[in-house]
């Protein structure tokens, strides 16, 4: 009875733990998102103002169109000119347009279209030579620092992400052939890095094989 015990509360656990942590944090989104949002909505627009009990999500909902009203009227003349005039006084602040150009460059990466994002996950020898560590790959260097390199052969830019937060890290330029591209996706990469090595794409299908066995063993025995 202990044993069958144990196995209801660790399927339970496996296939109710992410769902719970998901939904907590996409929870805690909306929320975030609401709590900016509402407090500028008019009262007659609101419908917290007038319903028993407060609408969750309807913050997130007027911001995404809020956004999508914003690039609509930036597509067209008007805005590209009323929004090229508020940059232009953006850059003639001496705090402000470094910080602005900095984050604008960010943005335009990851979600514009033409930003190239990580292109592949490598394996290179860092910080020292017998130590090897998982990389993404940026792109081939360019600029400056690519005519300072003191090399001859194509260079490329590499984050070295730091475990368990992916979001830290460090900024390579080394030779591509000083690399090895894995077969793996960026994302299962990442995954790798933020596990401590624990979570593969391999080891999460055997995870998931384990899952339904033993969830199957359980209904039967049940």
Known sequence: ???????????GLVVAGPA???????????SWVDSWVKPYLPASYNPDTYLPFPVPGFGLVVGV??????????????????FGYS?????????????????KQIFETVLAERGSSFQTAV?????RRGLWTIGFVAG???GEVRGRLPVDEEAVTVFVPTTPNPTGGFLLFLPRRETIALDMTVE??????????????????????????AAKRVLEQA
């Open 65 to 82: 169109v809020l956004i999508m009203t914003i690039g609509f009227l930036t597509a067209n003349i008007v805005g590209r000119t009323l």
């Open 140 to 142: 081939p260097t360019r």
């Open 87 to 103: 940059e232009h006084m953006l850059h003639r602040m001496p705090v402000v347009r470094n910080l602005y150009r900095g984050l």
């Open 123 to 127: 394996l290179l020898e860092y910080p």
């Open 1 to 11: 009875m202990v044993t069958r015990l144990r196995n209801y509360f660790l399927t």
């Open 188 to 213: 299962d990469a990442a995954k790798l890095v933020i596990s401590f090595g624990l979570v593969s794409a391999e080891t999460g299908e055997v995870a998931k094989e384990r899952v339904e066995t």
């Open 20 to 30: 719970g942590i998901t939904l907590y944090l996409t929870w805690a989104l909306v």
